[in-house]
């Protein structure tokens, strides 16, 4: 199984910035070819990706976080969300997730509020 901590969630000002960091371990190995995602759950919608790190390196982003949002693998099992230009609509629960094979892993998620 792989388990999955998230951190760095937190308080911040509207136009601040965060860094979220995600580290998995387990008795199931992860590779770089194993997909890594950070989702977002906020009130009133349903979990959402903000932000993929493919197995081959290459990322995808949700719109509405393009240009603000950088998602950086430092290894197989880690990986970074780096949050600039923080909105109010930002605000949620960040979840790491991994796709090891077809079977997805989550984190417990950590929260993000941004104030306006």
């Known amino acids: 199984q792989v388990q999955l901590v998230e951190s760095g969630g937190g308080l911040v000002q509207a136009g601040g910035s965060l860094n979220l960091s995600c580290v998995a371990s387990g008795s199931a190995t992860i590779y770089n070819i194993n997909p890594m995602a950070w989702y977002r759950q906020t009130p009133g919608k349903g979990r959402e990706m903000v932000a993929l790190?493919?197995?081959?390196?290459?990322t995808t982003y949700a719109e509405s976080v393009k240009g603000r949002f950088t998602i950086a693998r430092a290894s197989a099992a880690k990986i970074g969300l780096y949050m600039i230009s923080l909105q109010p609509d930002d605000t949620g629960v960040y979840y790491c997730?991994?796709?090891?094979?077809?079977?997805?892993?989550w984190g417990q998620g950590t929260q993000v509020t941004v104030s306006s």
């Open positions: 997730n991994v796709d090891r094979f077809g079977t997805h892993f």
């Open positions: 790190h493919t197995g081959r390196g290459a």
